[in-house]
C-alpha cells in the first residue's frame, strides 16, 4: 500500500501548517500489528472553508430520524429555503398500512412557516401556531412535529411553548425539536436531538404489543429504496412480528409501542445508539447491532437473533430461510462476483455504511481500500467501548443528555424480555455481542486508510493517486469522480435504485456495481483537462 502512504502526503502539502496538524489527525492507516486503533479525531468542527461533505443538525433531525415517520406531520420552521432543501431528498419508502381510517401518509409533503424578514424581526411564533391550527383544520394528522431552523434559535422564538399551547387547544400531541443547524458540528447532532424527544415523548406511551411470539423492532432502519422491506420479508419468513422499523416506513403509533418489544435490532448504529441504549436503562430491553447489508453479515445477523431467544423451532427455521435465500442467488451472484473480483473501492459515506459495505464488497470478491465517514463519532471507528473516554467539547454539550432511570411499572430484567433464565441468558451475552458494536477500524486490511471528514480536495486527490475501480459516494463528490473517469454508487439513495439490504438487495447492488463498471462510457468520455484547450472567444454570439 506504499501508493497509498505517497498519497497522503500529497493530499496534505497544499495545506498551511494549522490545516496539515488538524487533517492529519482525522486521518488512519490501518497497522494490523499494532495492538489497537489508534485515537482518531471525530465529530469535531470542520475548519471553515473546507468544502465538507456534511450536513447540518436539522437534517439530522428532520431529514433523517423525524421526517420519515408517515402519519406525522413535521413542520419546518424557517426560511423556504430550509424546507425545498430537505423536501423528498432522501428516499425513505413508506406505504399506506391497513388501519381504520386509512393512514394517511405525511412524509412526502413539505411543510414550512416560509418565515420572512418581518418574522426574524418581530418574531415568528405566531406564524407558526397559526400554522399548526391550519395543518391541523385540513389533514387531521395523528401527530406534529415541529423542527427549528437556525433563525429560531439566533432570535429567540420558543417553539416549546408554542406546542405546548397547540397541544391543548388540539388535543394531539405536537413536539418541538431545537435542532436549529448550528446546535453541533454535523447532522449527527439532529439525530441525538430527535432521539431524546422520541425516548422522552412518545416511545412507551402506547399499550399494544403487536401478535406474535417472538416481537422484535429494528431499529436504524429507513426503508432506503425499499431495504426495510426486504428485510421485514426475510425477518417474517422466519417468525418475527416486526413490531417497529425505525423510523423506515413507520407510523406514530408503532413508535409509542416501541418498548412493547422483547428485543432491539441495531442496523445504524450512529443515528440511534442513543435510543436502544435509553431503552435499555428504562426498560431493560436488550440490543443487538445487526448489518444485514451483504450475505455473509445478514446469514449472522440472523443467526445471533435466533440464539437470543433460545428456541430450537426458531434456530432451525433461520436456517431453513439461509439455505433456500442463499441458494436461491447464488448462481446470478457468481456470475456478477466473476466480473468484480480483485476491483477495489472507496466508501466515504454518512456515518455507518462504509463500514456495512465492507461485507457486501467482500461478498463480491471486491476490497475497500478507503474507507471514510462523514460525521461519525470515534466509537464508530474504534468501538463503543471507546465512547466513555470521548471528551465533551462546547459542541458536543449542546446536546442534553436525557439522565433517565428504569421506569417502576414497565422495567424489566433482559432475561424476561428474552422469555429465558438469567443463567440462560449470561452464557448468550457470551456467545452473541449484545448491546454492543465494533467500530471499522478492526474491520479493515494492512495498509488500507481511514479518513474522516473528507473534503473535495482531499477527494480529487486520492482518486487520482490511488485509482480505485469504484467510488461509493456521497450525493455532491460522485459526479466530479464521474468526471475524472471513475464509476460511482451513491450509496445515500442508491442512485434511484435499490433496495441493497439483504439477499435481494445484495443481488440488486452486484448487477448496478457491474453495470457500473462495464459501461462502454468510461471509454468514450476524455476528462476536461486532457483536451487540447481552445481559444475562448472574446465575443459573445
Ligand atoms: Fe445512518 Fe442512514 Fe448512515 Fe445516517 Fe445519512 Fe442515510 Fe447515510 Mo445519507 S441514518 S448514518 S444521516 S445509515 S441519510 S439512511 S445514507 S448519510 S451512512
Redesign the pocket.
Known sequence: MAEIDGTIEEMLVPYPDLVKKNRKKHLVVKNEAAACCPQIEANTRTIPGIISQR?CAY??CK???IGPIKDMITITHGPVGCGYYSWGT?R?KARADDTTPKDKIYSQLCFITDMQEPDIVFGGEKKLAKMIDEVVAAFHPRAINICATCPVGLIGDDINAVAKAAEERHGIQVLAYNCEGYKGVS??A??HIANNNLMEKVIGTGTERKAGRHVINLL???N?GGDGWELERILQEIGYAVNCVLT?DSSYLDIKNLHLADLNLV??????NYIAEMMETKYGTPWLKVNFIGIDSTNQSLRQMARCFGDDELVKQTEVVIERETARIAPVLEQYSKMLKGKTAFAI??????H?YQYLLRDLGMEMIIAG????HRDDYEGRQVIPTIKTDADSKNIPELHLVADEKMYQEAHIHLNMSKEKYDELKKAVPLNYYEGIYPNMKDGQVIIDDANHHEVEVLIRTAKPDLFLS??RDKYIVHKMGVASKQ???YDYSGPYAGYNGALNFARDVVNALTTPAWKLITPPWEKTEEPRSETHA
Open positions: 450536513g437534517a439530522g431529514g433523517v430520524v432522501r425513505n447532522q449527527s439532529g439525530h436504524g432502519e429507513y432506503i423506515g442496523q445504524c448504529h450512529r443515528s440511534i459515506v454518512g456515518g455507518s455504511r462504509s456495512h465517514y462523514e460525521f461519525a456521497g450525493v450509496l445515500h439513495a
